[in-house]
Antibody, heavy 120, light 107 residues
Framework: EVQLVESGGGLVQPGGSLRLSCAAS????????MHWVRQATGKGLEWVSA???????YYPGSVKGRFTISRENAKNSLYLQMNSLRAGDTAVYYC??????????????WGQGTLVTVSS | DIQMTQSPSSLSASVGDRVTITCRAS??????LAWYQQKPGKVPKLLIY???TLQSGVPSRFSGSGSGTDFTLTISSLQPEDVATYYC?????????FGQGTKVEIK
């Protein structure tokens, strides 16, 4: 059974840093792209970052230069290093597995999420 | 960046009704579109990918169509368990964008 379990969320002051982790099991982790997606309370889904099987990384403009996604295949783990955090980064952060179909990618498994609150 | 616009933002329909949600891309994205269902307090669930392919285990009352810039998600006969927010998602040039969501309620 595929499982994704996030950890590392919490309360952090504006300008601070936090590192999220996602522990994967039930599939060959190294063979899949992995993503982070966030959702502020009562709001929609926002894609945060992606990492390919070769370690290539991708970010939207809203987090580029502040967030760093990484993976450690030997530990079946995904990470998100978040720096220079702002109030607008407050959200539940989900890790999600990427599934390719042709030239399109979607997310077939999601973790339960970890809450990040940026506040003084 | 390609923007995804869903409509309506919310709808209320009766059990058994046919429900249609629209997602429009600001540029053509071929069929690189997926739909997700997020029930209250739950994690998003993949319903449809490649615009019209039903994910395994998803009830056949759900269907998707479209290509290019205009896409639809249809629930042929709305059930109480379909109360949720539905999101479209595009993948293009390694960037992912979600629509803003459509909240579906029972009248």
């Amino acid at each position: 059974e595929v499982q994704l379990v996030e950890s590392g969320g919490g309360l952090v002051q504006p300008g601070g840093s936090l590192r999220l982790s996602c522990a994967a099991s039930g599939f060959t982790f190294s063979s899949y792209d992995m993503h982070w997606v966030r959702q502020a309370t009562g709001k929609g889904l926002e894609w945060v970052s992606a990492i390919g099987t070769a370690g290539d990384t991708y970010y939207p403009g809203s987090v580029k230069g502040r967030f760093t996604i990484s993976r450690e295949n030997a530990k079946n783990s995904l990470y998100l290093q978040m720096n220079s955090l702002r109030a607008g980064d407050t959200a539940v952060y989900y890790c999600a597995r990427g599934l390719w179909f042709g030239e399109s990618e979607m997310f077939d498994y999601w973790g339960q999420g970890t809450l990040v609150t940026v506040s003084s | 960046d390609i923007q995804m616009t869903q409509s309506p933002s919310s709808l209320s329909a009766s059990v058994g009704d046919r429900v249609t949600i629209t997602c429009r891309a600001s540029q053509g994205i071929s069929n690189y579109l997926a739909w997700y269902q997020q029930k209250p307090g739950k994690v998003p669930k993949l319903l449809i990918y490649a615009a019209s392919t039903l994910q395994s285990g998803v009830p056949s009352r759900f269907s998707g169509s479209g290509s290019g810039t205009d896409f639809t998600l249809t629930i042929s006969s709305l059930q109480p368990e379909d109360v949720a927010t539905y999101y479209c998602q595009k993948y293009n040039s390694a960037l992912v964008t979600f629509g803003q969501g459509t909240k579906v309620e029972i009248k």
